[in-house]
């Protein structure tokens, strides 16, 4: 694994950028990090100060209409893509592992300030990455923290999660010092935000555009009032805070400094129109399905069917799974919305995902079904029951 973090003599500020996704279709993920990676520049921090991970797909992808170029709005007049060189870690490097390095390395001391920011989809529990079988397990992120508290890598740290069910994972990180805002509750999706009809894709998140938008408004805000303030104004989904609750007194500029210029501006309401992921997913496939470029056009209608293969595919083992189980109370575990993520949970969970493959990412939130399982069963009923269903 490559692992590019070094030790900063005279760090007191340090952040940690991850793009989650892959492909075109998520275009979003990596045009919010660009973003924010380019307001940090200008708010003082160095590339050296920034761990920034990213695929590193869509500037270049064939379906760009801007070649090299990435936008996080409508009017293309920024280009928010910082280079490849920029990005520290890339492609296939961008795994699970890759992030949890990346907490317990911190180049960091006792004395400075962190600020980390996760987008991307996920789950119960799960955020996913590039690695299509491999998902970032709350627990293990947890142990990562604990880790680098105990190891005096921060003064405070300040962790932003932009995905579906991201309250599930912020509610179980209790590091001291640590502060997660999460887009979501434990059991809702977040909502991309702003479709852009030239690029064909949505170009950023109702969570993430708030946070990028008024923290260039309001640039001596603090982590309370910001946190207040994307609570009202995400509609779509709930803003949720989990940890220490006396970071929410702390300045903004602490952990991300103060800008030197303005790089946004506010976003014309009639151009924010929220949607679930998966429906985000349909319209840009279905977009690039009437492409001018007959070879677009091909790849799009082959990943329609690809996805909705998984789908249909997710969907029958987990009702088969369930009913293989425990057949008596299948009603009650396929509707379960607030099961416990046990650490029996985690475990059939990573078993699960090894023996089943790749699940589009648009259905991470299905995989609950597993945590209602998980309340009632033992890892050896659910595992027996996996192996006996999955082929």
């Known amino acids: 694994m490559i692992f590019f973090l070094i030790r900063l003599a005279f760090s007191d500020r340090y952040a940690i950028l991850f793009a989650g996704s892959s492909k075109f279709k998520n275009y979003r993920h990596q045009a919010d990090i660009y973003t924010i990676y380019n307001q940090l520049l200008v708010r003082g921090f160095t590339p050296e100060n920034i761990g920034l991970y990213a695929y590193d797909d869509i500037a270049t992808d064939p379906r760009n209409p801007f070649i090299g170029q990435v936008f996080h709005s409508i009017d293309h007049k920024i280009n928010v893509y910082p280079g490849s060189d920029a990005i520290n870690v890339k492609g296939d490097d961008v795994t699970p592992e890759s992030f949890y390095d990346a907490i317990t390395k911190l180049p960091t001391t006792s004395n400075d300030y962190v600020f980390i920011y996760y987008d991307n989809h996920g789950g119960n529990g799960i955020l996913g990455t590039p690695d299509i079988y491999k ?22 740290c300040l962790f932003f999660i932009e995905a579906c069910y991201s309250g599930s994972t912020g ?9 997660t805002i999460t887009a979501s509750m434990y059991n809702e999706s977040s909502y991309s935000a702003i479709y852009d009809e030239v690029i064909g894709t949505y170009i950023s998140n109702e969570f993430t555009n708030n946070f990028i938008t008024h923290i260039d408004q309001e640039p001596s805000i603090t982590i309370g009032e910001l946190y207040q303030y994307l609570q009202k104004n995400t509609e779509r989904s709930h803003t949720c805070y989990f940890g220490d609750e006396s970071i929410q007194s702390i300045s903004l500029s602490d952990f991300i ?39 677009i056009r091909a790849l799009a209608r082959i990943e329609i069917l690809r996805l909705k293969a998984q789908t249909e595919k997710l969907d029958t083992v987990l009702e088969m799974l369930v009913k293989y189980v425990d057949p008596k109370n299948y009603d009650k575990i396929m509707n379960e919305k607030q099961a416990d993520l046990s650490p029996v949970y985690f475990d059939v969970l990573k ?13 991470l939130g299905k995989l609950g079904v597993l945590a209602s399982l998980a309340t009632s069963h033992t890892k050896a009923e659910i595992v027996q029951g996996i192996f006996a269903v999955v082929f």
């Open 351 to 363: 078993i699960f995902r090894e023996k089943f493959g790749e699940i589009n990412p648009d259905d």
């Open 171 to 179: 509610k179980l990180l209790t590091a001291p010092n640590l502060a």
């Open 257 to 295: 400094g103060t800008p030197s210029k303005i790089l946004t501006h506010p976003v014309n309401k009639a151009d924010i129109k929220a949607v679930k992921p998966s429906e985000a997913t349909e319209i840009t496939l279905k977009f690039l399905s009437k492409h001018k470029k007959a070879s």
């Open 135 to 156: 998902d970032i397990m709350a627990v293990e992120l947890a142990e990562c923290f604990n880790k680098a508290s105990s190891s005096n890598l921060f003064k405070k």
